[in-house]
């Protein structure tokens, strides 16, 4: 039993609150209602619901499920009470309190307050300890030591931006370097490639200000634990920028990219204030080394003439945040005998299905509430997944097992083109804050790995970036140039003809072309999607449709290398001062979990350059 005393501290944590969807205002509702508050009345075993002051509890979790077995879809809060508050409210309950003990998966007794990731705190806790120790070791004056190392961030992705902000807010002197434009250009570069079919090789959807994910779905969800201090420090500093603060309640957080660009602005203001210097448009082509230690990079002005305008630019560390989207960083540092590994990622296609199939298969007679995301439940989504033991394969390269699974699903969004040059052609998915367009999209992706790149005949580092560039050189050929997008209907693709004339309607901007998608793969990629599509069916009745359109080709799922570095000094294992992050370097996967990497690379960085000294 525990003590009366210890129950007021700390808080209360009250988990699987249910509330059927007629008892709740809807999911952009986040404050407690009459249904929650009988929920919560239930599973704290309290009698009338009514005497609990709402007042007293905070929504910490949000998220609807409409899973086919629940007879009745249903929102699932998780609730922190605070046990003052509520007595403050409502001093009767005090023998009820006396009375409450924890309950396993339901009730659960926080003893302290539980930390907040709040970087801004962490960091001003940081140079505060940091003074101390400076004002002791400082030199004949007694004064802070005046020299700030240099440091070049390079990408502006979320790895980068947060490596930036860590290193800037610590007193380095930062230089952010950028080979795309800030989001005011480059959304007129997205508009030109969208409208006019004009590419711009160094603005486009992968390269810019925001980096991969800024003209994307914002989805915020990741694999790295959205509970965990770092995501809910990263997630906290995207709304001391503006995010909503919904993001840190919804289940299944996501932004959308009319939220982003002006998010980006305000970071980029930020860093500004803290005299970041911002190169956009600048190339980064080379480092320096000696001694097997970088000592800077060598840039170009691809607004100009690069061949002129290249200069050659000192830094005491190098943060290399370029994203698996920059092909050429790779080439360079082989040049330079930087250690690359092949990593395993995944490949596929893109499926579209009208919204509306998807709201009616995932909610049934419910899929009346969604109203194009202005509803009461959200835009519905899905995740599917199948596990393909290899057992049956045909060829010694297809013996591997492997998943095929639907990834950066995006609903009420559009598939966009994300190559960077036009004799490539690969597409992911974005959409608005809404989610209010008429389709739904995701990818269907395989994993894949050195056996598959040797199918082809690719070997050593470079053997997936080898093998990615020949799918989309193929996608290329088969959608007949000017980034049209060759596409087949599911039903098509499982029985393997070209499509008829009559193709359902597409997001796609930039046109798409019947084509035989069944032949874009080996073969027994091809089948391991034709096996995994019919399970999905079983999963989601209708997913095979006529109205299901799969587009070519989903190539860049996660990195297809990984730069080593030390795990504990973030530096590469190959030079001194480099410092190989997020998503191109193979740590991350997502617009969170490389924004994650750059904030502790950030921190790493700060302690081997000697801004703090405790590890964070
Ligand atoms: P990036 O975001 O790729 O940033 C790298 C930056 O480096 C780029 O801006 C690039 O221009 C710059 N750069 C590259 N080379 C150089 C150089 N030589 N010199 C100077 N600058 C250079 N993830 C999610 O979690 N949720 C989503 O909903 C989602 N949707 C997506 C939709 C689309 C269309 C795309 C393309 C990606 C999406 N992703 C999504 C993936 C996500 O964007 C990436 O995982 C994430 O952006 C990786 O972050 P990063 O900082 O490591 O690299």
Redesign the pocket.
């Known amino acids: 039993k525990m003590d009366v005393k210890d129950k007021f501290e700390g808080s209360w944590r009250l988990s699987k609150l249910n509330v059927e969807i007629d008892k709740d205002p809807g999911k952009d509702f986040l404050g407690v209602s009459d249904g929650l508050l009988e929920q919560i009345a239930k599973v704290l075993e309290f009698p009338v619901a009514s005497f609990l002051p709402a007042e007293a509890f905070t929504v910490v979790r949000k998220s609807f499920d409409a899973r086919k077995l629940l007879k009745t879809p249903k929102f699932v809060y998780t609730v922190d009470m605070d046990v003052d508050k509520l007595l403050t409210f409502e001093p009767r309950l005090w023998d009820f309190i006396s009375e409450m003990e924890p309950k396993m998966g339901l009730v659960e007794h926080i003893p302290q307050e539980k930390a907040v990731g709040d970087l801004f705190s962490l960091l001003h806790d940081c140079k505060k300890d940091q003074e101390g120790t400076l004002t002791v070791d400082a030199g004949s004056n007694g004064s802070i030591p005046s020299y700030k190392p240099k440091v070049a961030v ?7 931006l947060f490596a930036a902000l860590v290193l800037g807010e610590l007193g380095a002197d930062v230089t952010l ?4 434009q800030p989001v005011e250009q480059r959304g007129r570069d997205i508009g030109a490639l969208v409208v006019r079919r004009i590419i711009q090789p160094e603005s486009n ?4 200000e925001g ?3 800024t ?6 969800v990741t694999r790295i634990g959205k509970n965990g201090d770092s995501v809910q420090a990263v997630l906290r500093t995207l709304v001391h920028f503006g995010a909503p603060k919904s993001i840190l309640v919804d289940g299944k957080p ?1 932004l959308g990219t009319d939220r982003l660009v002006p998010l980006l602005r305000s970071f980029r203001q930020h860093l500004q204030a803290l005299d970041v210097s911002i190169k956009f448009g ?3 082509d080379d480092l320096l080394v000696e001694g097997g230690t970088v000592k800077g990079v060598k840039v170009s002005d691809v607004t100009k003439n690069s061949l002129i305008y290249s200069q050659e630019l000192s830094y005491d560390a190098v943060v290399l ?6 092909r ?2 790779y080439q360079m540092l082989l040049s330079h005998n930087v250690e690359l590994i092949p990593k395993d990622f995944a490949i596929g296609l893109r499926i579209e299905h009208p919204q509306q199939l998807i709201n009616s298969i995932q909610y049934a007679a419910l899929a009346a509430e969604v109203q194009g995301g202005r509803g009461k439940v959200p835009v519905a989504d899905y995740k599917i997944a199948n596990y393909l033991s290899g057992e049956d394969a045909e060829s010694s390269y297809a013996s591997a097992s492997r998943g095929c699974y639907s990834f ?1 699903m995006c609903p009420g969004g559009q598939v ?1 083109l ?1 190559s960077t040059n036009p004799s490539e052609l690969c597409i ?3 959409s608005f804050s809404r989610r209010s367009s008429k389709w739904a999209n995701s990818a269907l992706v395989v994993t894949v790995s050195s056996k598959d790149f040797e199918s082809l005949n690719f070997h050593g580092a470079l053997a997936g970036v080898a093998f990615q560039k020949e799918l989309e050189q193929r996608a290329a050929v088969m959608g007949g140039g000017n980034f049209v997008v060759p596409v087949q209907t599911v039903t098509d693709f499982l029985e393997e003809r070209i499509s008829d004339t009559c193709l359902p309607q597409s997001s796609y901007r930039l046109g798409v072309k019947a084509s035989n998608l069944h032949e874009l793969f080996p073969s027994h990629i091809t089948k391991a999607l034709q096996d995994s599509i019919l399970m999905f069916e079983k999963e989601l009745p209708g997913f095979i449709s006529k109205e299901g359109l799969l587009h070519g080709v989903e190539t860049r799922t996660s990195s297809p290398v990984q730069i080593p570095r030390n795990s504990a000094t973030f530096e590469s294992t190959s030079l001194k001062g480099l410092y190989p992050v ?3 370097a193979g740590f ?5 979990s ?1 924004a994650v990497d ?1 904030l502790y690379a950030g921190f790493a960085a700060a302690k081997n350059l000697g801004l703090i000294t405790a590890d964070v």
């Open positions: 390079v990408g502006s992705g979320p790895a980068g370097i950028e080979r795309g959807f992968c390269f810019g980096g991969a994910g003209w994307s779905d914002g989805k915020l996501h600048t190339r980064v945040a370029v994203g698996h989207s920059a050429d960083v950066c966009v994300t992911n998915g974005m997020g998503e191109g991350a996967g997502g617009i969170v490389a750059g």
